[in-house]
């Protein structure tokens, strides 16, 4: 089983022009969510969706935007990428929002230049 | 404010037991989670303790203390694999994971 999947695995990126990474997972899970991850500092939350055609901002959400048109896709976008967007990226699912185990994608590395 | 607090880095021997401390402060308290993420992979799930007590899984067990807002994983027999950096998660009253900065564990031969 495939599980989560994402991509691209890596980018780099010139500051100014925008990106969509791409999240798919095959659990038929309700909430899926998007986290960053940043030397010595633990994962902080982006956006959220605790069902299809829901969002919620996280701790983070400030230059990204997210959809979330059907159950197995979770797109985030990159408006206008700065330098200080420069992380991995990594995608998660849980089969409900309240209280379940998340399961995450390989992630993706992303450089802004 | 929300914090998780745990080791930056512990050391250990192959064959030995090593216990990764955890103390957090949060607002509300819906489950603890511990997963391990080995160097340029994604974390991957090893427990989850939302009672106070002890809940072991193999080699590895997990502590809850909910007055004292404090847990640990404990791992024995230590193997070359679990190279790797521990993450503490405490889910809060709105269901969002907070996460600590991880440990990372080196275990040398």
């Known amino acids: 089983t495939a599980g989560i999947t994402q991509a691209p695995t890596s980018q780099i990126l010139a500051a100014g022009r925008s990106m969509t990474l791409r999240c798919t997972q095959d659990?038929?899970?309700?909430?899926m969510y998007w986290y960053r991850q940043d030397l010595g500092l633990g994962l902080r939350l982006i956006h959220y969706?605790?069902?299809?055609?829901?969002?919620g901002k996280g701790e983070v959400p400030d230059g990204y935007s997210v959809s979330r048109a059907n159950t197995d896709d979770f797109p985030l976008t990159l408006a206008s990428a700065v330098p200080s967007q420069t992380s991995v990226y990594f995608c998660?699912?849980?089969?409900?929002?309240?209280?379940?185990?998340?399961?995450f994608g390989p992630g993706t590395r992303l450089l802004v230049l | 404010g929300q914090n998780i607090d745990q080791p930056t880095e512990m050391t250990a021997t192959e064959g030995a037991i090593v216990q990764i401390n955890c103390t957090y402060q949060?607002?509300?308290?819906?489950?603890l989670f511990w997963y391990q993420q080995h160097a340029g992979e994604a974390p991957t799930f090893l427990s989850y303790n939302v009672l106070d007590g002890l809940e072991e899984k193999g080699r590895f067990s997990s502590f809850l203390s909910r007055s004292k807002g404090y847990s640990y994983l404990l791992l024995k027999e230590l193997q070359m694999k679990d190279s790797a950096s521990y993450l503490c998660a405490v889910m809060d009253s709105n269901y969002q994971l907070i996460w600590g900065a991880g440990t990372k564990l080196i275990i040398k031969p």
């Open positions: 998660a699912s849980s089969r409900s929002a309240d209280g379940e185990t998340q399961y």
């Open positions: 969706s605790n069902t299809a055609g829901t969002t």
């Open positions: 949060t607002s509300g308290f819906n489950g």
């Open positions: 659990m038929r899970h309700n909430a």
